[in-house]
């Protein structure tokens, strides 16, 4: 099935044509769809009735014609699945947080991935109301930034507390307790017949590179084999936010389909460097959607005058998107745009 998607054909770097766009939060405040189903429910209710997200997840495919959609959901549920109650008021805020090693004993061992099960329902409904030639991507939030989320509830504060667990013992008890549930909602969503699995790990960049590679990488690492392993033919997307080559390096020895790359890296270097081990994914700054129509269009020339100094056959595995999601203070008419302009100028 959609074997011959344009993005399926880019996992495969085979791309010919236009790229396929789609972008992380495509679905949001910015979008009047979403305004208008917003006013009627709450944002948790959204995402947990698995008709409401799929009608959430299908609107910006219909008003923008994006070449895939997201699962319409939020990285945070598997937390609340351990214990912590979670509200959106109107940033996430967990009825307890991981202050201390003692805490973790308030996190359920690896509980069921049954009260994800509305994730796999939401898939599926997204799925038949979405045209053949479109695809489908659910996701999970990285590890990392989930434990960052369990201690401090947010990843825009001063995260040195959460950097100190990396060493007193809160990570490594989270991770145990997390592992094993997040690869098993990562298993849901692939069964529930996602075309792409992405994880985002958006505090990548907030812990040093040294504690990358010796404390992180080595439970990603197990994170993604175990899923390999289990769903050999669901892609993988790893996103890391304010991340580089060093980073890169080491995530080309994962079993990583497509690197998502952030709005600090320049695009061409990324696919002279990366290329030929991955499709790459990006990295439109979104702020660039916030303003005015004449500067946008005049960011999207620049970009697209970057992209197209790539080599087609390396181009071939370009999906593009943003270097992380649409803020809410995105303007429609260029998100609108910016998918026609993409078209027009890669074809
Ligand atoms: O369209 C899509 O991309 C799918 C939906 C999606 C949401 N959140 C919906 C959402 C996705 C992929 C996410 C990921 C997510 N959620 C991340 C990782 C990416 C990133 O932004 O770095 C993170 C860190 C979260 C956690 C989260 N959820 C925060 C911090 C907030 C509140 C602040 C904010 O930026 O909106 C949310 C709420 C949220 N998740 C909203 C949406 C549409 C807004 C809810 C509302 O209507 O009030």
Redesign the pocket.
Same mark, same amino acid.
């Given at each position: 099935m959609r074997k011959d998607t344009r993005f399926s054909k880019a996992l495969r770097r085979e791309n010919n044509g236009a790229p396929p766009i789609w972008?992380?939060?495509?679905?949001?405040?910015y979008h009047a769809h979403?305004q208008e189903l917003?006013r009627a429910h709450g944002?948790v209710e *959204?995402?947990k009735n698995p008709d409401l997200a799929a009608e959430?997840?299908m609107g910006?495919i219909r008003d923008f014609d994006f070449d895939a959609a @997201? *699962?319409?959901?939020? @990285? *945070?549920f598997p937390i609340e699945a351990m214990g912590p109650s979670l509200v959106?008021d109107?940033?996430?805020q967990f009825s307890y947080y991981l202050k201390s090693v003692d805490d973790l004993a308030k996190y359920n061992p690896p509980p069921s991935v049954d009260g994800l099960s509305f994730q796999a329902l939401a898939l599926q409904k997204t799925r038949k109301m979405l045209p053949m030639e479109k695809d489908l991507i659910g996701?999970v939030?990285g590890p990392l930034?989930l434990y960052m989320?369990a201690v401090h509830g947010?990843?825009?504060t001063d995260l040195t507390d959460g950097r100190a667990g990396l060493r007193d013992g809160r990570f490594a008890g989270f991770m145990e307790k997390l592992l094993p549930l997040l690869l098993a909602n990562m298993v849901l969503q692939a069964q529930a017949g996602c075309d792409a699995l992405?994880v985002?790990e958006?505090?990548a960049g907030d812990i040093d590179v040294d504690d990358y590679r010796h404390i992180y990488l080595p439970y990603l690492s197990k994170l993604l084999q175990d899923f390999k392993n289990m769903c050999p033919n669901t892609p993988l997307i790893y996103?890391g936010?304010n991340v580089g080559t060093a980073h890169f390096d080491m995530v080309a020895h994962l079993p990583v389909t497509v690197l998502g790359v952030d709005y600090n890296q320049n695009m061409s270097d990324v696919f002279t460097r990366y290329g030929e081990r991955f499709s790459i994914q990006g990295n439109f700054d979104p702020a660039h959607l916030t303003l005015p129509a004449e500067d946008f269009h005049k960011h999207l020339e620049i970009f697209l005058e970057d992209m197209m100094r790539v080599p087609q056959h390396l181009r071939a595995g370009w999906i593009c998107g943003l270097g992380?999601?649409?803020?809410?203070h995105a303007r429609q008419e260029n998100v609108r745009d910016f998918v026609q302009i993409v078209r027009r100028v890669c074809a």
């Open positions: 972008m992380m939060r495509q679905a949001g405040r979403y917003r944002f *959204l995402c959430v997840a910006p @997201i *699962l319409f959901s939020d @990285i *945070l959106f109107p940033g996430p996701f939030g930034t989320f947010s990843h825009k992405a985002f958006s505090c996103y936010k992380h999601g649409v803020t809410p």
